[in-house]
């Protein structure tokens, strides 16, 4: 499903990526880990089009995507949830979930669409009619992935989603990404601090140390907290 090779990238002179190798395949939940100030989320800004590709390369579904803008990505089916959740604060639940319909080229937000994510998320059809910046940190984290579903994404990447998040709101969070995953059939790639949450969902985890992958990380090594506190020690 994703794939780069050898990928360079980062901000000016300053590469913040230095050769970055991983692959995600269909259907599959895999999570970036690491410090903090180690690249993680140079990685996704990178992947879905924010930070322009230095060398290197990035494939998404067969397709090489390294020179396609962010909009351009969307629409081969490619989401981003940033870090913040990004949601637009001054407009509706509603109308935020409407500005999901650019994603994947999805010209029309149908009543289908819209009923698939109140069943997921119940909280926000009570406030459809609230602006996204008077809610919690948990809602509008909520209303971040639903305005993603609404475009009918293939790969949704998660950039920190349980930050600002209370510890009850982030395992529904978890419950919802596998839902999301089982249901949809959809690929999750999550960078994440909150090491219960990448337990919870992860088949998978790459560790990220100074802008290169330093470890690959099967299911029982992620569950290994002896093993997660040492990768992940300062």
Same mark, same amino acid.
């Given at each position: 499903?994703?794939?780069?090779?050898?990928?360079? +990238? %980062?901000? %000016?002179?300053?590469?913040?990526?230095?050769?970055?190798?991983?692959?995600?395949?269909?259907?599959?939940?895999?999570?970036?880990?690491?410090?903090? %100030?180690?690249? =993680?989320?140079?990685?996704?800004?990178?992947?879905?089009?924010?930070?322009?590709?230095?060398?290197?390369?990035?494939?998404? +579904?067969?397709?090489?995507?390294?020179?396609?803008? +962010? &909009?351009?990505?969307?629409?081969?089916?490619?989401?981003?949830?940033?870090?913040?959740?990004?949601?637009?604060?001054?407009?509706?639940?509603?109308?935020?979930?409407?500005?999901?319909?650019?994603?994947?080229?999805?010209?029309?937000?149908? =009543?289908?669409?819209?009923?698939?994510? &109140?069943? &997921?998320?119940?909280?926000?059809?009570?406030?459809?009619?609230?602006?996204?910046?008077?809610?919690?940190?948990?809602?509008?984290?909520?209303?971040?992935?639903?305005?993603?579903?609404? %475009?009918?994404?293939?790969?949704?990447?998660?950039?920190?989603?349980?930050?600002?998040?209370?510890?009850?709101?982030?395992?529904?969070?978890?419950?919802?990404?596998?839902?999301?995953?089982?249901?949809?059939?959809?690929?999750?790639?999550?960078?994440?601090?909150?090491?219960?949450?990448?337990?919870?969902?992860?088949?998978? +985890? &790459?560790?990220?140390?100074?802008?290169?992958?330093?470890?690959?990380?099967?299911?029982?090594?992620?569950?290994?907290?002896?093993?997660?506190?040492?990768?992940?020690?300062?």
């Amino acid at each position: 499903m994703l794939k780069t090779v050898k990928l360079r +990238a %980062g901000y %000016g002179k300053v590469m913040i990526l230095q050769g970055v190798d991983f692959h995600i395949g269909k259907k599959e939940i895999i999570s970036i880990i690491g410090r903090n %100030g180690v690249g =993680k989320s140079t990685l996704m800004k990178t992947l879905i089009g924010e930070v322009p590709v230095s060398s290197g390369s990035i494939e998404f +579904a067969g397709k090489d995507c390294t020179k396609l803008k +962010a &909009y351009e990505r969307a629409q081969l089916g490619m989401g981003y949830i940033p870090q913040g959740h990004g949601v637009f604060p001054l407009l509706t639940v509603e109308e935020n979930l409407l500005v999901g319909q650019c994603i994947n080229g999805n010209k029309q937000t149908t =009543k289908k669409h819209m009923e698939l994510v &109140y069943d &997921y998320f119940p909280r926000l059809k009570e406030r459809r009619t609230q602006r996204a910046g008077t809610m919690s940190g948990g809602e509008r984290a909520m209303l971040s992935i639903a305005r993603i579903l609404i %475009g009918e994404p293939s790969l949704i990447l998660f950039d920190e989603p349980s930050e600002g998040v209370q510890p009850n709101i982030v395992e529904l969070i978890g419950e919802i990404i596998l839902k999301i995953n089982a249901d949809l059939g959809v690929t999750i790639l999550l960078v994440e601090q909150n090491i219960g949450l990448v337990q919870q969902v992860s088949e998978k +985890a &790459y560790v990220i140390d100074k802008g290169l992958i330093a470890h690959e990380l099967d299911k029982a090594m992620i569950n290994d907290n002896e093993t997660t506190k040492r990768l992940l020690a300062v």
